[in-house]
């Protein structure tokens, strides 16, 4: 947690083909990390999280990774379809571990 | 529909005035978070309750001031608003007990100072 760093800023892929966000954190005691999917003008939504006693976790499409060791977490999306166009946040920890800091964003656009 | 109601969804205003934002957390939860997301900007933490009580300050101005209620509802006050306050704000809950847990969040009021 505390300083977040998330990379692309913007992603563009055609339909179909995978997208692969990743995040970086710099608080090595840091166990668990959410992922936040914003369509436009609504509220951030969790679509998938993992905690740091796994190294992988898989709900369909989506799918997140975690290497302790690099203090980094990736998002996966295989077979994208518009709908999945959005932005992403990753969160981590802050080092209170009570609250959450959150990278500044992936903007995902799928193309038909 | 993530269970944290957030009132009101659009609020207009004029500069130097104050306004009051309400959030009412999902049933269970305790603690609630503040976070001003401005036009194609990130998630800021402003601050965080826990059971009626501060938990936690992020870049909350001094103009700013939030606090939750015995029913664990919370409110997000904000005065001298200047026309860069204009933002989406969104309160999101957690069960809050310890640790980072997930939060769950409201549909947002997006606040334009004029």
């Known amino acids: 947690g505390e300083n977040v760093e998330q990379h692309p800023s913007t992603l563009s892929v055609q339909e179909g083909d995978s997208a692969v966000i990743k995040c970086t954190y710099s608080?090595?005691?840091?166990?668990?990390f959410p992922w936040y999917k914003q369509e436009l003008g609504k509220r951030p939504q969790l679509i998938i999280d993992?905690?740091?006693?796994?190294g992988e976790k898989k709900d369909q499409r989506i799918a997140v990774t975690l290497n302790k060791t690099a203090k980094h977490f990736s998002l996966h999306i295989t077979e994208t379809q518009p709908e999945d166009s959005a932005v992403y946040f990753c969160?981590?920890?802050?080092?209170?571990?009570?609250?959450?800091?959150f990278g500044p964003g992936t903007r995902l656009s799928v193309l038909p | 529909d993530s269970g944290v109601t957030q009132t009101p969804k659009h609020l207009i205003t004029a500069t130097g005035q104050r306004v009051t934002l309400r959030c009412s957390p999902r049933s269970g939860d305790l603690s609630v978070y503040w976070y001003q997301q401005s036009l194609d900007q990130g998630l800021q933490f402003l601050i965080q309750?826990?059971?009626?009580?501060?938990?936690a300050k992020g870049n909350i101005l001094e103009r700013f001031s939030a606090q939750q209620f015995p029913d664990l509802h919370s409110e997000l006050n904000l005065s001298s608003l200047e026309l860069g306050d204009s933002a989406l704000y969104f309160c999101?809950?957690?069960?809050?007990?310890?640790?980072?847990?997930?939060?769950?969040f409201g549909p947002g009021t997006r606040l334009t100072v004029l």
């Open positions: 999101a809950s957690s069960v809050g007990t310890s640790g980072p847990d997930t939060q769950y």
């Open positions: 309750y826990y059971n009626g009580e501060e938990r």
């Open positions: 969160a981590a920890p802050n080092r209170h571990g009570q609250n959450f800091v």
């Open positions: 608080d090595s005691a840091s166990n668990y």
């Open positions: 993992i905690r740091s006693n796994v």
